[in-house]
């Protein structure tokens, strides 16, 4: 069968099967990363990979774990503007439902805060984490921790107390949980600790 291994043949005639196969098929994800697989290592290379990557998730839209699979395959490559379409292809899904994850915000915002404008962009995604977790005390303290690893931290502190303002009005004792995480986060800073985001204060 087309979804079964395909065996040593021309790199032509192994596209075909899979061709064959997704067209048959096209909500087999295992066959579609195959199929990526197969163009990235011994097909048409990466761009012919990411051209199936694209089919795949028009093919299975719902599909997040396909689009965090993509994320890793780019870092394999090194670029850093295609892992960045593959994050914010992520972000642009994050509507509702089990889509819905704080962690997958956390590795966007650890990846801004590694590479490029760092910034405006963790602004711009640490925003975008807010609107998607309106009144979560949590999610205001995953977008202060990125402020503090790069050490804006008097912008962190506004945020914080911006955070408490909402959310005390939202819901009185809603905000306990970023007093918490600015207790240890200002310890840290009197204590001329790192800040870093792979330091774990969460947890200090």
Not at 45 to 50: C, F
Not at 83 to 108: C, E, M, P
Not at 112 to 139: Q, S, T, Y
Request: proline share 2%.
């Amino acid at each position: 069968m087309a979804d079964q291994a395909i065996t040593a043949m021309s790199a032509e005639a192994k596209r075909a099967e899979f061709e064959s196969g997704t067209a048959a098929n096209p909500g087999n994800g295992e066959l579609w990363r195959r199929f990526v697989r197969f163009e990235r290592e011994e097909g048409g290379g990466i761009e012919a990979a990411r051209a199936v990557y694209e089919r795949l998730l028009a093919a299975l839209p719902d599909g997040e774990t396909y689009m965090w699979d993509w994320f890793w395959r780019e870092r394999e490559f090194g670029d850093v503007d295609s892992q960045r379409r593959a994050l914010q292809r992520w972000a642009q899904a994050q509507g509702g439902g089990f889509l819905r994850s704080k962690s997958g915000w956390s590795t966007y915002l650890k990846f801004e805060i590694n590479n490029g404008d760092k910034v405006e962009r963790v602004r711009a995604v640490g925003e975008a984490l807010l609107v998607n977790f309106p009144m979560d005390p949590h999610a205001y303290a995953i977008y202060i921790r990125a402020l503090a690893a790069l050490a804006r931290h008097v912008e962190a502190q506004a945020l914080a107390r911006r955070g408490v303002k909402e959310l005390s009005a939202f819901c009185r004792g809603h905000d306990e949980f970023i007093w918490r995480f600015m207790a240890v986060y200002l310890k840290r800073l009197r204590e001329r600790r790192s800040t870093a985001w792979d330091e774990n204060m969460f947890n200090d």
